[in-house]
Structures are given as C-alpha cells and as structure tokens.
C-alpha cells in the first residue's frame, strides 16, 4: 500500500453500504513511454494487476511474453525484480527491473466482456428466442 | 452440532499448543488451489481470469504436500479453480488423508457424481459443494441453467455413499434474505453435514465491481438470515464468526491464519488480495507487511471484507483459547438468536441491487418460517 492510498477510518468502514470498487483501465494494447524510473514502475504496478499476458523487451533486446504474477519492488531499480510464466516454459521466472527497456500490454484482457449485465443480457435474449439448458461455457484451452 | 467432535478436538488442542508454546502466528487452515481451470464460466468471477497457459497450469501433488508439511496446519480447503479437474486429485486427497488433515474438497459438483467412485470416505474428507441458492438464485449466479441439478444429484449421491457433505454460498448485494432460508431448508433436507456461508469480496481482478456488499449492508443481510433459526439448520462454521457476520462481534483480520497456496507460490497476503507471492510459508510470515492490511489498516481493499480467511481464524482461535469465547461459542452452538428486529427485515420489500437485475420468482413466504 503506498503512502497516497486514501485510507478509511473504521467508523467509515463500518457505515459502509457498498464496496469500494476497484477502477480497471482498459490496459489492452497499451504501450506506456518509460521515460522516468517512477513511470517503469506504475506500468510494472499495472501490469501486475493486468488479467492477461505483456510482453517485456529487455535491455539486451530479448523480447519475453510473459504472465506476471509477483513484483518485488525495493528503493533502486536494481533491488527490485518480477516473477513470471512464459506461455511455454513450465518454470517461474525472474527479472530484474533494471534489464527491463519495455512494456507492451499485447495479450488479451481475460476479464473483459465478462461481466455480469453481459450475462444477464445474454440469457434474457436467449431465453426470448427460446433457448433451452443456456448457460456460459468456458473458454477451450 | 455440525463439526465432528474429532475435528473440534484436534482443532482446539492445536490451537492450544500454539497458544502455551507462545507461537505469535500460526495456521489454521491451508487454502490449496492446485489449479485455477474451472468448469464453469460464472459472469463476475475474481479467481479464473487467467490466460488459457495459465489455467492449464497444476500443482503436483509433492508440491501440495510440501505446502501442507511445512506450514502445518490441521485443515486444508482445497478452492479452486475446480478441483475435480485436477487429474491427480485423488492423490492429492489420500496424502492429505495419510498426514490426518482435515480436507475440505470445494467443488461445483458437476463432476462430483461421476468421480465419486474414485474416493473412500473418511472423516477426514468433506466435500464442500458450491451452491449459492435456491435453483434459480443458484443458476443464475453459476450462469449454468441445470447447474443446481447436477449438484444436487452429487450432494445426494454423497451423501448416501458416506461422505460428509456441506454447501458454500456466496452472497452479493441484492440477496433475497428470505429465499436464503428457504434454501437453509432445501440443503438440510438433503442430509448434509452442514452450510457455509460467505459475503462476496470485491476481488480486484473481478471484472465486475459493483455487486459487492460494505459492512453495513453485509451486517444487516446476515442478521436477517442468521437470527430467528430453525433447530434443524446447522452451519460448519464457528459460532463467534456468524455472530460477527450478525454484527454481534468484532474482530481484527489475521490473514496469517488461512494462508493460501497455488501455482505462484504462498500469496500474499491473503487468500483474497495477490500483492506478491513467497517461496515458502516461513517467508511469507517473515517478509508481508501485516500491518497494512485489515480494517483497522485503513486500507481501501481490505474495507468490504468479512470473509472467513481473514475473520473466521480468530473467531476460533478465541473460542479455544478463553473461557468465554468456549462459553460463546457452546452457546452459539445451540442457540436460534430470536431477534424481533430482524424478523421485521425479513418482511422487508424484496431488496434491489444488482443480485437481483434477473427475474427470479421469490419463492412463497411462509409467516411460520420466519417466525422459526
């Protein structure tokens, strides 16, 4: 949690009707200039929270598609690192912030269109044309 | 009663132990999702949005065991993703077994009829079956027409071969208090052990964010559906924690003692936030921030949660270690919380919210079921 998240005291909290909610930009396809270590952080930040594969260009120009899971984030670019899947190695990986030159979110946002007034507006058409046994299917993997 | 008196015993003595041996954070149960690949799509789900070589990914079953081993706790929850997919589940499952942990196997069902054979059961296994309702509520919210069916036909096929057996529901604003008693009925009709039951949380990566409940409204549902209870209703769950959910009590999250384990690693710092993952059980404790999490952090993202990963550990933990939470908690065991406030919240307007954008016919209310 960083210094600038607004914090709820607990009678507020406690008042609360509905959940704060989460704002999702729509990061699909972004390519966020790094011109300053604090904007390679954010896009780090945000590709962490990301539901779908970026792909990084390392300093040494190695281009890796990656699912990142875990950042680690100390004082110095050098003290900080992630941890990712690649969609073909079985093993989890490691990369320091400081060999990272890019970052592109170039995979599908896997949350999109998922929502619930998608559905909802899915069934009451389907069930209008008389479907039956309607229901969503996951998608094949 | 709805937890086995042999659960209840090793529970408490592990509690105990920790407690005389002056271990300051400790676990009570293990949330082990060997995999995130379901069998269902649900609209709104935080936990499946993955891409596809994510979802193909597993744990091993000498990787759960390694888990299991060096946080050691004495109940192990095994979320998902659906279990059932994992093709080394059963496995999974007989090593839990041999270590004598208490498993709850959570599962949609829609494979539980048809996998059945392959386990034995134990006092040691719990299939735990998602069921967020009544047929329609329960369809809709699995956005599965059938789904309720082909659940049902497991939990009773289970139910009939031996095994213990109990629901989970999640509850989002707009639930129908009411068509939950109902469905408290239907569930205890069909023999199982106990329910479980849980306010949804505002995941983040959920890709929806406004279907999720603050306190005040997550306080008032419960109350509505907890207090005035039929005697035949039983919840595996501990007292002191549904009497949190009522806003009879109040505690501070201990993420620590339902730390969760997958195919990233211990995440931290919860079962519910992934702000990082830890190699080992010993660096997550040593290495997450705690203090910047819980309601008494101020932190935005633990401010909607009453979810019993955070809540339930010291609802427990306080019920075995003090003579009054044992008090409590025999108390609450037995008790149906007549409550005439509530009663009259259960003769409220049907309430709106986005739970409620299908059109679902409330089911017939009886004056003798709320008055139970």
């Known amino acids: 949690m960083t210094a600038e998240v607004h914090k709820y005291t607990i009678a507020q909290v406690e008042a609360l009707e509905l959940a704060p909610a989460a704002e999702h930009e729509k990061l699909e396809g972004w390519v966020p200039d790094l011109a300053t270590e604090d904007d390679l952080r954010h896009a780090l930040s945000q590709a962490l929270d990301y539901r779908g594969d970026v792909t990084l260009t390392l300093k040494n120009g190695e281009r890796i598609e990656a699912f990142i899971f875990n950042c680690q984030s100390g004082p110095t670019l050098a003290e900080s690192f992630l941890q990712y899947f690649t969609p073909t190695s079985p093993e989890k990986r490691k990369v320091g912030y400081a060999d990272i030159a890019r970052v592109e979110f170039t995979g599908k946002d896997r949350a999109a269109g998922k929502h619930w007034e998608d559905w909802v507006k899915a069934y009451n058409e389907k069930k209008a044309a008389g479907e039956k046994n309607i229901a969503l299917h996951p998608e094949a993997l | ?372």
């Open chain 2, 1 to 372: 009663m709805a937890i086995p008196i042999s659960q209840m015993w090793t529970v408490s003595t592990y509690v105990l132990k920790k407690r005389l041996s002056g271990t300051k954070r400790y676990p009570l149960v293990l949330m082990l999702e060997p995999l995130f690949r379901c069998n269902l799509a649900c609209a709104g789900c935080g936990k499946v949005q993955y891409p596809p070589h994510i979802l193909k990914k597993q744990l091993t079953p000498e990787e759960c065991f390694a888990a299991v081993d060096e946080c050691g706790a004495p109940m192990v929850s095994i979320p998902g993703g659906e279990p059932l997919l994992h093709p080394q589940i059963v496995e999974i499952v007989q090593g839990l077994i041999a270590r004598k942990k208490y498993i709850y196997l959570c599962t949609n069902a829609l494979e539980l009829k048809r996998r059945l054979p392959e386990f034995t059961p134990s006092k040691y296994l719990t299939f735990s079956v998602h069921l967020d309702g009544q047929r329609e509520h329960h369809d809709y919210s699995v956005c599965r027409e059938g789904g309720y069916d082909i659940a049902v036909e497991g939990i009773k096929e289970a139910v009939k071969r031996g095994f213990r057996v109990t629901t989970t529901a999640t509850f989002f604003d707009g639930t129908d208090p009411n068509s939950v008693r109902s469905f408290f009925d239907e569930v205890m009709g069909m023999g199982v052990e106990g329910v479980v039951l849980s306010p949804g949380y505002s995941y983040d990566k959920a890709p929806d964010q406004n279907r999720f409940m603050g306190r005040a409204r997550v306080r008032r549902l419960f109350r509505a559906i907890l207090s005035n209870r039929k005697p035949t209703w039983k919840f595996n769950m501990s007292p002191l924690f549904l009497e949190f959910l009522m806003g009879d009590r109040t505690y501070e999250c201990i993420p620590w003692g339902m730390p969760a384990f997958n195919i990233f690693g211990w995440q931290k710092p919860c079962y519910l936030l992934q702000e990082g993952y830890a190699d080992s059980y010993k660096e997550l404790l040593e290495t997450t921030n705690w203090e910047e999490y819980g309601v008494a952090s101020g932190n935005p993202k633990c401010a909607n949660c009453m979810v019993s990963c955070g809540y339930e550990a010291p609802a427990v933990i306080e019920g075995f270690t003090t003579l009054k939470g044992f008090w409590a908690m025999v108390r609450g065991t037995f008790s149906t919380y007549p409550d005439q406030q509530a009663l009259k919240l259960l003769s409220e307007p049907a309430p709106h919210g986005p739970a409620t954008l299908v059109n679902i016919e409330s089911p017939e209310r009886s004056l003798e079921e709320t008055h139970a």
